[in-house]
């Protein structure tokens, strides 16, 4: 590190000064409704039976929804639905990308990704988070990592909370649980392109920092510089 100038830079101006930043995150912990968490696991699991018995009823057998052999004997054997992929063995495969093709035509295929993703919330989340929450503390404690991810980017494991479902109900309803004490308010902030707006700042390239003084489409006004046209052309 000595002998990079930049690499020391990024080590004594960013990341040192970060530690007692996370390590206060971590100290502080989030709070979380573990009684509404464990209302959607009771919720969850009703469901996955719903789902359980009327896969048995198209399969017209039941079968372990867990099992990607059962799986495969059952949708391309039994069915014969077609193989979209097959596995380093040769056997056809059930991943999520190959039952997301199937799905497009065919219940079962659709009904079994419901399920996997419905059993992974409830195993990671509404079944396991309120068993996380420290007895002394009342609250969840994560561990986040400043040197783990090729990018640059934290990351945060046991649990890992910057990946809490967002893209379903149920995903949302599981962020819905993590709450703020009496008296304050949990705040969500999303910076508008903040990577190119610092990079602007820091670089001095006028050409980006007119495109957001202006309120102009960034991407467009890159595109436009680079063409050597005016925005309207882009």
Not at 54 to 82: C, H, R, T, V, W
Not at 168 to 186: D, L, M, S, T
Request: proline share 6%.
């Amino acid at each position: 590190i000595e002998q990079d100038e930049k690499l020391k830079s990024v080590y004594e101006e960013i990341e040192m000064p970060l530690v007692p930043v996370l390590s206060r995150i971590e100290r502080t912990g989030v709070l979380i409704d573990d009684m509404k968490l464990s209302a959607q696991s009771v919720e969850i699991a009703a469901r996955l039976e719903e789902l359980e018995q009327k896969a048995y009823e198209i399969a017209e057998q039941e079968f372990n929804m867990n099992s990607p052999k059962q799986l495969q004997a059952i949708l391309f054997e039994k069915m014969g639905l077609p193989v979209v992929k097959k596995t380093p063995s040769g056997t056809p495969s059930t991943n999520e990308e190959v039952l997301q093709e199937l799905a497009l035509d065919y219940p079962l295929p659709k009904l079994i990704l419901e399920y996997r993703g419905l059993a992974k919330l409830k195993s990671t989340y509404t079944d396991k988070l309120p068993k996380m929450i420290n007895p002394s503390t009342g609250r969840v404690h994560t561990s986040y990592h400043q040197a783990v991810t090729a990018t640059g980017r934290l990351s945060s494991t046991d649990p890992n909370l910057q990946n809490i479902p967002i893209r379903n109900e149920e995903g949302r309803r599981i962020r819905q649980a993590f709450v703020a004490p009496a008296g304050y308010k949990v705040l969500a902030v999303d910076y508008s392109q903040i990577e190119l707006r610092i990079m602007a700042h820091l670089s001095g390239d006028q050409a980006l920092l007119d495109a957001f003084r202006d309120g102009k489409d960034i991407h467009a006004a890159t595109a436009a510089e680079i063409m050597g046209v005016s925005i309207d052309q882009v």
